[in-house]
């Protein structure tokens, strides 16, 4: 077809010309429009599909869960305040039961998950992943003088402090322990005992009865052998505390027990003891 030369063209068949143009433009923008409205309903339609396929809570009708498990959860949480999932050997209790099968394998000492980086195994998975954290290059709380890693900026900062800059103005005299402000040294040093048949003076009890056992002869006192005191005869591991001794014995349990200080039926109930 033969190119026409605009010059040899009055202005009537210049608008003609012209004139297709602004339609075509306009077809175009319509065309876009169209295109754009069908997207936003289709959004629309995904959403509210979405929010119909999710579970109503019947009793407040406020909530909505993805699953019957999670209303389930919801409903027992909120509205009947019953936590399903009780311990047998304490009386924490719980509606889930992820977090119930967490809470006893800490019980039965059992830590399946274990850190990619060091010897360190948890009970939870959750736990594991904060501790990793602390393995990243990127670490702000790791000491730059060892290998030591704090939970926090003031951890970081008492370390520091500590063992890398150390001052013999803020030790204790007595136990030779190094305090980071002179404030704690005095608090420290505010309370102090003193021997009963000597002059002699410390900062603490379990000093002055060290002192009283070389120097005095005094007979060492055995937390064992107190009235109401447990010594475990496979660890020799000793306690006063009923529930510490209840937690041990899920661990050792094959032993004897004098039962008018402390009542193991509920370990006999679950077969952890004979």
Same mark, same amino acid.
């Given at each position: 077809?033969?190119?026409?030369?605009?010059?040899?063209?009055?202005?009537?068949? *210049?608008?003609?010309?012209?004139?297709?143009?602004?339609?075509?433009?306009?077809?175009?923008?319509?065309?876009?429009?169209?295109?754009?409205?069908?997207?936003?309903?289709?959004?629309? !339609?995904?959403?509210?599909?979405?929010?119909?396929?999710?579970?109503?809570?019947?009793?407040?009708?406020? /909530?909505?869960?993805?699953?019957?498990?999670?209303?389930?959860?919801?409903?027992?949480?909120?509205?009947? +305040?019953?936590?399903?999932?009780?311990?047998?050997?304490?009386?924490?209790?719980? /509606?889930n039961s992820v977090v119930f099968e967490e809470h006893i394998r800490i019980h039965k000492g059992i830590k399946p998950f274990t850190c990619k980086y060091c010897p360190h195994s948890s009970a939870s998975k959750r736990n594991l992943q904060k501790h990793e954290l602390i393995h990243r290059p990127d670490n702000p709380l790791k000491c730059h003088k060892c290998h030591y890693i704090a939970r926090h900026q003031k951890g970081l900062d008492w370390h520091s402090r500590k063992f890398h800059d150390k001052?013999?103005?803020?030790?204790?005299? /007595?136990?030779?322990?190094?305090?980071?402000?002179?404030?704690?040294?005095?608090?420290?040093?505010?309370?102090? =005992?003193?021997?009963? !048949?000597?002059?002699?003076?410390?900062?603490?009890?379990?000093?002055?009865?060290?002192?009283?056992? =070389?120097?005095?002869?005094?007979?060492?006192?055995?937390?064992?052998?107190?009235?109401? +005191? %447990?010594?475990?005869? !496979?660890?020799?591991?000793?306690?006063?505390?009923?529930? =510490?001794?209840?937690?041990?014995?899920?661990?050792?349990?094959?032993?004897?027990?004098?039962?008018? %200080?402390?009542?193991?039926?509920?370990?006999? =109930?679950?077969?952890? *003891?004979?």
């Amino acid at each position: 077809m033969e190119e026409i030369n605009p010059l040899f063209l009055d202005s009537d068949c *210049m608008v003609s010309l012209k004139r297709p143009t602004n339609e075509s433009q306009g077809n175009d923008n319509v065309t876009e429009s169209q295109s754009n409205d069908s997207i936003n309903k289709n959004q629309l !339609e995904t959403s509210e599909k979405s929010k119909k396929d999710r579970i109503k809570c019947p009793e407040c009708n406020r /909530y909505t869960a993805e699953n019957n498990e999670q209303l389930t959860r919801h409903i027992r949480k909120q509205h009947r +305040g019953e936590n399903p999932y009780q311990c047998y050997m304490c009386d924490y209790s719980t /509606y889930n039961s992820v977090v119930f099968e967490e809470h006893i394998r800490i019980h039965k000492g059992i830590k399946p998950f274990t850190c990619k980086y060091c010897p360190h195994s948890s009970a939870s998975k959750r736990n594991l992943q904060k501790h990793e954290l602390i393995h990243r290059p990127d670490n702000p709380l790791k000491c730059h003088k060892c290998h030591y890693i704090a939970r926090h900026q003031k951890g970081l900062d008492w370390h520091s402090r500590k063992f890398h800059d150390k001052n013999d103005d803020d030790k204790c005299q /007595y136990c030779n322990k190094v305090f980071t402000s002179a404030s704690g040294l005095a608090k420290h040093l505010s309370v102090t =005992k003193k021997c009963d !048949e000597c002059d002699y003076v410390s900062c603490s009890k379990h000093l002055i009865d060290l002192h009283g056992v =070389k120097k005095h002869g005094w007979l060492k006192i055995d937390k064992a052998k107190k009235p109401n +005191g %447990f010594e475990c005869a !496979e660890c020799s591991w000793s306690s006063s505390s009923k529930l =510490k001794i209840m937690l041990h014995l899920v661990h050792h349990p094959n032993q004897t027990v004098n039962e008018s %200080f402390l009542d193991v039926s509920i370990l006999r =109930k679950y077969g952890i *003891m004979e």
